[in-house]
């Protein structure tokens, strides 16, 4: 009886794990630009943070790129100029919009053409080290 209890204790403790880290952030509406072949290229989309504790993106990758870094763009003397950034940080009960012109994934040097209609496997790892994967559509760059 008592192995039993013990079996289930371990059990339901596994369970609500995985339930607690599958509910730590949703991601919605992710997408890439298309670009020429071998440039680079950006991620955006919708982090939602359903939970009652800030969640820290802080690294990423992508099958297909040799190098992910997390970036924002901003105006600096009248000049747009895109920063490399530490973290992505959703607060509790709050959506992060990473969009062109600000928050973005930066996909660095692609290792084939991506075209529309393309996935980008996006792995997004937050700061206790639990990784996101999304699963981005190229769509054709807006002009």
Do not use: C
């Amino acid at each position: 009886m008592l192995k039993n209890l013990t079996l289930l204790a371990i059990a339901l403790f596994f369970f609500s794990s995985a339930m607690a880290d599958s509910e730590r952030l949703r991601f919605d509406h992710a997408w890439t630009p298309e670009a020429p072949p071998g440039r680079m290229m950006a991620g955006f989309m919708e982090i939602h943070n359903p939970g009652s504790e800030p969640v820290s993106i802080v690294d990423a990758r992508a099958d297909g790129f040799g190098h992910v870094e997390l970036h924002n763009t901003t105006m600096e003397d009248g000049v747009m100029r895109m920063r490399r950034i530490n973290a992505l940080t959703i607060e509790p009960g709050q959506t992060l919009t990473l969009e062109p012109g600000g928050l973005h994934v930066m996909l660095i040097k692609p290792e084939r053409s991506f075209r529309d209609g393309d996935q980008v496997e996006i792995v997004l790892i937050d700061s206790e080290g639990r990784e996101y994967p999304v699963a981005s559509a190229v769509r054709p760059r807006r002009r």
